[in-house]
């Protein structure tokens, strides 16, 4: 990597630090507010996060250089900033106390997290397409087409090729730039469901959703506690249309609750599906697996990553890398709280045939760590150039 590169990286990590950080120079997000946000959680710190912690602390996955490479790593992180967003000013915040002080028991606190959860996770999408944009166009084109491979992309040769790479590379780049304004479309329509009544218990799971409401949001309730906390955004492209999948899963200190935020204009088949996951307490189990492989936004108890034997984390690591084993939808073919899974079977006998037991000791080969980044590094090079292809 030349001078000029890790300067410009060095930049981007500086911005990226200010969106994902604690950082008062950004505004509330309420609509008409003008005060600073602070710095405050998507999921209650107080009865969730500091349920599963050991010393006010958390695992979790985070990005580390190493020479010119970065790499996913387990590591801590404080009670204090899992989960946590530059959001709301202090008073806007305080919207949000029931979610603090009690569980959620009902259709309009469910809804509630959900507007939080979902905000948190589109403001800082959309702050990173914003800083996306600004480094597209930073770029030096002519340069980069200079660059570039000609004997994978032997259009460029030609003056007409370059004129079309540069032409859909405007498109690439106002396509980010809409994405950034189009985040922020769903959490300002739950806000305005906001004032629905209090209503049933959420024991068991249900689907949640209204007329005006663009997304189904099924939620499973569990009597026991997972020791895991989840806050993500899964964006993703199915049959040529892209799609955000949200989903937040709060561990309570005797249970837990797991929330979806799906499109309704999803493929019926994958709509089936998972709407199957929230059908059972195994099977959510099983869903829960699967996004903290499909999303970095996972905080775990740290004991309970320390149990996991060190070939099947290495395997859990490399596949959230990624991303090229597994699909959210799909049920990890590794299981990985083996030890939660063992001690239900036991107070429920009756779960023990869907707990997958007897994939405890199973790790999946997978082509080595060198062969997998290269092929990732190709795939994001790739990207202004794949719509001549197409």
Known sequence: MNKENIERDNKHERALKSILRR???WDCLYPGCI?????????????????????????????RRNGNEKKLQFGSISVQDATAFNGFCETHDALFASLDNEEITSAKSLLLQV?????????????????STAGFMSLDIEKTIEQ?????????????????????????????????????????????????????SLEGGSVFTTEQLSHYIPYRKLSFQMPVAVNCIIPTVIGGE????????????????????????????????????????????DLVESLIVS???????????????YNKREVFLQDSTFGDAHRFYERYEMTIFDNLR?????????LKPEL???????????????????RMIAAICAQPFKYLKD
């Open 23 to 25: 950082d008062g120079k």
């Open 35 to 63: 005060q600073k946000s602070i710095f405050s959680h998507a999921i209650s710190k107080s009865i969730s996060l500091a349920t599963i912690a050991e010393n006010g602390h958390l695992t979790t996955v985070e990005s």
């Open 115 to 131: 507007y939080r959860s979902v905000i948190s996770e589109c403001v800082n999408e959309s702050r990173l397409s914003k800083l």
């Open 148 to 200: 570039a491979d000609t004997v994978e992309y032997p259009f460029l040769l030609e003056d007409e090729g370059k004129e079309l790479f540069k032409s859909m590379f405007a498109k690439m780049v106002a396509a980010e730039s809409q994405r950034s304004a189009e985040l922020m479309i769903l959490p300002n329509q739950i806000l305005e469901r906001l004032d629905i009544p209090g209503g049933n």
């Open 242 to 285: 892209n799609r955000d999948f949200y989903f937040v899963v709060i561990p309570y200190e005797k249970s837990t609750l797991i929330v979806g935020v799906v499109p309704k204009s999803s493929d019926q088949t994958l709509l089936d599906t998972l709407m199957q996951s929230f059908s059972s307490d195994a099977a959510a189990i």
């Open 295 to 309: 999303s970095n936004e996972w905080y775990m108890t740290p004991s309970v990553l320390e149990e996991i034997p």
């Open 342 to 350: 063992k001690a239900l079977a036991q107070q429920k006998p009756e």
């Open 356 to 374: 997958r037991l007897e994939d405890s000791d199973v790790i999946p080969q997978r082509e080595s760590f060198d062969v997998r980044h290269q």
